[in-house]
């Protein structure tokens, strides 16, 4: 048989495969308003385990892998598909947030990073030694906020303060970035403004968010493919060890979207379901 001929037939299969697509999605649309109306999961592992044994079982071995992989891609397509439907039919996203930035005083910054920061006259700034120790003063009120660097960029990343945000109800609610120009190296850092509240305002073109995932092959590799899935674009990501038995990692990523978007809810709602645990840590923008 001549390529050409190949082709035709990979273009009618194609062709077929199409409307049996879109006749899934349909009948997935049918299942999105039961599970609506129920309050019924959408993910059920267990579930699609099974059906991925049960259709597998006499394919060719050849390509039983292959199969497998598109039989689970037809199913996070799916779930994609049922958590924009039901948040369409049922607001279900149970994430509350202020639409206006709090009066803010006085902040929170560690000693070592007094220098760089004391700049800003309009907020008056108290220095502490460690972040656990500005978590305290903002979640107690002592002071409004904590102002910190986040990422020394191209170099490294706080990690005790990602920590206080990932283990409290702290969240960001403003970025910039500045040049350090008394550092041993000229760098440019990261600088966040954080608050009891998460703050979405409608032109925040940031979100930062923190999940664990499952400890098995796959498991980040599909986090990734549903962030892609949504058309969102990935402009950070970074781990940390979880302190737990099971070894996971809790990872730390920077979308370049805005919360207010259906899109970016529906993401954010597939990912408190599908992970271990998930937190949004703050939504802003950057120029």
Excluded at 23 to 31: A, G
Excluded at 49 to 78: C, F, G, N, Q, W
Excluded at 165 to 180: G, K, P, S
Aim: glycine letters at 4%; a negative charge.
């Amino acid at each position: 048989m001549e390529l050409s001929e190949v082709r035709v037939n990979i273009d009618r299969v194609d062709n077929e495969i199409k409307k049996l697509f879109e006749e899934r999605m349909h009948l997935s649309d049918e299942v999105a308003r039961v599970k609506a109306e129920k309050s019924d999961s959408i993910y059920k592992p267990e579930r699609e385990i099974e059906i991925i044994d049960r259709l597998t079982e006499e394919v060719d071995p050849s390509i039983k892998m292959e199969y497998t992989a598109l039989i689970k891609r037809i199913m996070e397509v799916s779930r994609k598909y049922q958590y924009g439907r039901t948040l369409e039919l049922k607001n279900c996203l149970d994430i509350k947030y202020s639409t206006e930035l709090p009066d803010i005083k006085t902040a929170a910054v560690l000693k070592d990073e007094y220098y760089l920061l004391a700049e800003d006259k309009n907020i008056k700034l108290k220095a502490y030694n460690s972040t656990i120790d500005m978590a305290k003063a903002v979640l107690s009120g002592e002071v409004d906020a904590g102002v910190g660097v986040l990422e020394d960029i191209g170099f490294s990343v706080a990690d005790g303060l990602h920590r206080i945000l990932c283990e409290n109800e702290l969240y960001i609610n403003a970025c910039r970035v500045i040049q350090d120009e008394l550092s041993s190296r000229v760098a440019k850092k990261k600088v966040v403004e954080f608050t009891k509240e998460l703050v979405v305002r409608p032109d925040d073109n940031r979100l930062k968010i923190m999940f664990v995932c499952e400890n098995k092959s796959g498991s980040l590799a599909s986090v990734l493919s549903m962030i892609s899935d949504y058309g969102i674009n990935l402009t950070e990501i970074h781990s940390t060890p979880d302190e737990n038995p099971d070894w996971n990692y809790v990872f730390i990523a920077e979308l370049r979207c805005s919360f207010n978007d259906k899109t970016t809810k529906a993401l954010v709602f597939q990912l408190e379901n599908e992970t271990q645990y998930f937190k949004v840590l703050g939504s802003y923008k950057i120029n």
